[in-house]
């Protein structure tokens, strides 16, 4: 449990003040004892380690709001939540998980962002609580990414399979498509084990900020915008960049993350009472106005709980270049598209007693927590 890759909410550091935990990025290491779902991890890209190894979600748990195409999996985040801090212990463990449209057309509307969570009791038909004995479980069952038939494309709850060969499984026609495409049609009804990712895979590390401090300002911001004379005549001259100079919470964004440019998402531990860390100004206000909506499944307010980084975005195009479009490396291809995704942050707010998520004794669904992206600037 105690594991440092985990976003377990801090012990009491409380002289610490409130301290954010940071998520960098670390290479994907393929041994189960890490990555699968026994290893409850922190990751990005790749396929989804479901926790609830018999209740993936559906195709229609993954769709977009505006072009109703389904969503990719980008991202997950292993954070069990305190029975002393929530009131119950159906959260021992939680993992919330980011999928995002890659639809370019979206990325200007709403609703292309989604956030689900699910969780489950100490007491579970899945795993031991021991930790050790999860990760000898995960050797002995391998990838294991469920224990029901998935898509071989996005890894969600699997209702059709290839009727030719019998063996490839598929949430729906639009994913067998892609199969086919980019190579079954070759080879059915022979045996192909290839699955398929759209973003590349990656851990994420998870260790606390430092405290904001003047020392570790870069030189060259603090020349950037401390002198405002300098400021001003800069902006003279070059008008196109003047919004950006001006936007005083992207100042600060830039400044707050100088300090570990490498960060792909900040996490605020439950009870430290942190506050986003805004890209911009603008949509900034625009969201203001609009109160961030109680929980749907229990009334209780949501609160901020993480946010997703642009930096993000750079690591995985930069690893994208070392490999292209149904490439195959080991058994899996990669299915990016180039630069179709964009965002200056998505900050997601969840239900801030994690609410119970049992339908009845066996199965449980995924609530959807709420989400607001900060779009990129359109230079
Ligand atoms: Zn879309
Ligand atoms: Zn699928
Ligand atoms: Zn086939
Ligand atoms: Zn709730």
Redesign the pocket.
Known sequence: MAESSHCSPSSSDSEQGSSCLLGLLKPFNEDPRVSSRFAFPCKVGGRPAWLEAKNVPKRSDVLCGTCSQRLEFLLQIYAPLDSEIIGHDEAFHRMLYVFYCVNPACTKEKEYCSVLRSQLSAENPFYSIDFESNLLLGLQKGCGEAEINVCVVCCQAASSFCGKCRRRYYCSRECQVVDWRLGHRDICPSTDNCIYYYFPPFLLDISEEEPESVSHQSPSIEKTFSDDEELEDIEKETTSTTTVTRDKIFERFQLRTSQEPNQVLRYAPRGECLEPLWFREEKRILDESSEVPP?P????PRVFEFQVMPQLLYFLEEKVKQSSCGERTNDVKLRYMKNSIEFGTIVVYT?????SLKKDEHFSFY?KEFVRVQDAFSY
């Open positions: 929980c499944y229990c009334g209780e239900c801030r007693k994690s609410c609530a």
